[in-house]
């Protein structure tokens, strides 16, 4: 099995107890995630960040509420050794949060779409979230290499 396969069944298994209900309900959503146990957690929130960026950008990620799960992605990121994309985040989550909001703050502003710049497609964070964008397009770091490399040496 290659990475690819290995990453999109491991995926498929952290999705399996989310429906629309609880997509609805910040609470629900992000206890689930965190009750996965280590590695899938680590699949769920690498994959939903690499995914909403590519389709849409970071805008996106933080949009549609994915950006809840920011920082514990970047301990996600940690864990498997993509420094590069761990600094990327961090940077960007500096930014977006720029209000320094605690990390609960943050989870409910993101999910419930209530920061600003976000919601509002301020064009200087528009800006600077779509040359972060570039920067992730771009970035020789491997993040789904780096995530089956971690599932396989896991197994």
Request: net charge negative; charged share 25%.
């Amino acid at each position: 099995m290659n990475y690819e396969e290995l990453i999109n069944e491991q995926f498929n298994a952290c999705v399996v107890g989310i429906d629309e209900e609880m997509l609805s309900n910040k609470e629900s959503w992000y206890d689930y995630v965190i009750s996965l146990p280590t590695h899938l957690r680590i699949v769920y929130t690498i994959v939903i960040l690499h995914q909403q960026v590519f389709n849409g950008g970071f805008h996106q990620y933080f949009f549609n509420s994915y950006g809840m799960f920011g920082y514990l992605t970047l301990d996600s990121l940690k864990t498997i050794n993509a420094s590069f994309t761990l600094k990327l985040l961090k940077k960007v989550l500096d930014r977006v949060n720029d209000g320094g909001w605690d990390i609960e703050t943050f989870k409910d502003k993101a999910f419930n779409r209530k920061i600003d710049k976000i919601v509002n497609f301020d064009n200087e964070l528009g800006n600077y979230l779509d040359k972060c964008d570039d920067v992730y397009y771009d970035a020789e770091e491997d993040l789904l290499l780096l995530l089956g490399n971690y599932l396989k040496s896991i197994k």
